[in-house]
């Protein structure tokens, strides 16, 4: 057994052997599983993907005369942000999207714009526009602004996304005769294709399936940054059906993440439009496994064919809040680019990039051997497998 304390003194002494999940299998089909073990000091697991539960809050500072955009309105390139904080202190959400423009251009043939566009271009450097309106008082009797502004002029400029890194998700289909418009994507009709949306053996819950180093406090790559696991995810589901290794089969653990825009690299954050749908972000992000004990190296050594997932019918089930399986299908055969539903052959695609998240692993890798990243202990457990936790639908009641 190790401690994460002594896996960052060897990294500090440049002894510290650290492997990317991709790595790590050929060391064991080239070693075995006891040698290889013996060997790793941490692994790197990564993902890249849609993930809409993301967004900023940013500080502009105070104008002269001051205005107090909180309780206000206001909007940056023409999208909606939340005022309803202090008077300079702002929230934009991925999924924003232009006031004048609700739904028009995001139906079939075209690709909108929104909140996620907007970070991106943040984030790039770019100049955007900030326009808004406050009722005036007497300490802040401003009431318009409009006035371009900059990532690097902004007091503070943070990521803070509530849902990410999904441990697992649905495979989506459409059994319908016509096409289905998603957040998984365009869904043709008659079974025409399955989207699924994971790095599979490479996603960082998957690899650390009972949260034994994953937890609050733990430092992670974000966007290109360095950032921190702030909280578990909305929509936590630790209890999701699992396989007899632990891997749920299900969407099941999410992490809350947060870290200083103003070091993060567009290519790891890009505004995403979902035709039919809305936007987006996609996101990158990385985990790096510390090897404490043989049950880590076990789970970290994952690969596609012990993990499964659900196929889900989104225009029948889903959409009722049913979410009923079709079917179980690994991400072996997800990635082969054909499954069978219903004794037919339908073609897969994904809408994460395993591309992306290997890129990210490397980088990580690389950043923690050259003693620029270290490891964390985690300061809070997530609600893990017997805590009760489970993720419950909306109890609606009728208005008196």
């Not at 107090?68 to 309803?84: E, N, Q």
């Not at 690709?111 to 996620?116: L, M, V």
């Not at 009709?189 to 034994?212: E, H, I, Q, T």
């Not at 499954?339 to 923690?368: F, Q």
Request: net charge positive; with cysteine; aromatic share 8%.
């Amino acid at each position: 057994m190790k401690t994460i304390q002594e896996i960052n003194q060897k990294i500090k002494e440049g002894k510290a052997q650290i492997l990317t999940k991709d790595e790590l299998l050929s060391l064991i089909d080239k070693k075995g599983r006891k040698k290889a073990y013996k060997e790793v000091d941490a692994v790197t697991t990564a993902t890249f993907g849609p993930m809409c539960s993301s967004g900023i809050y940013f500080n502009t500072g105070h104008t002269k005369p001051r205005i107090k955009i909180g309780a206000g309105r206001a909007t940056l390139d023409g999208v909606p942000c939340y005022t309803g904080f202090a008077a300079v202190d702002l929230l934009l959400g991925a999924t924003s999207l232009p006031e004048n423009d609700p739904r028009n251009n995001i139906y079939p043939g075209s690709f909108g714009f929104g909140g996620g566009h907007v970070i991106e271009k943040l984030v790039r450097g770019e100049d955007l526009l900030l326009e808004a309106r406050a009722y005036g008082t007497d300490c802040y009797p401003r009431r318009e602004l409009k006035t371009y502004i900059n990532i690097k002029d902004l007091n503070e400029a943070v990521l803070f996304n509530i849902r990410n890194c999904y441990q697992n998700y649905n495979v989506a289909v459409n059994t319908s005769n016509k096409p289905i418009y998603t957040y998984m994507g365009i869904l043709k009709p008659d079974l025409g294709n399955a989207n699924f949306c994971s790095a599979g053996y490479l996603s960082p819950l998957l690899c650390d399936p009972r949260y034994k180093t994953v937890g609050i406090g733990t430092r992670i790559f974000l966007a290109g940054a360095s950032g921190f696991v702030s909280w578990w995810g909305t929509q936590h589901n630790p209890s999701a059906e699992r396989t007899d290794k632990d891997i749920p089969k299900k969407p099941a653990g999410t992490l809350a993440v947060i870290g200083d825009l103003k070091k993060m690299d567009s290519r790891f954050l890009v505004g995403t439009s979902m035709t039919g749908y809305g936007v987006t972000l996609s996101l990158g992000i990385g985990l790096p496994i510390p090897i404490i004990d043989e049950e880590v190296f076990d789970s970290v050594s994952v690969t596609d064919n012990d993990i499964f997932s659900q196929v889900v019918d989104y225009a029948k089930d889903y959409p009722q809040g049913q979410s009923r399986s079709l079917g179980q299908v690994s991400y072996a055969q997800l990635r082969s680019g054909k499954i069978r539903i219903n004794k037919r052959e339908v073609p897969t695609g994904s809408l994460s990039s395993l591309r992306k998240a290997k890129e990210i692993a490397l980088i990580l890798k690389d950043r923690i051997t050259k003693g620029k990243f270290f490891l964390t202990e985690k300061v809070e457990d997530l609600p893990g497998l017997d805590s009760g936790y489970t993720f419950r639908p909306l109890k609606e009641r009728s208005p008196k």
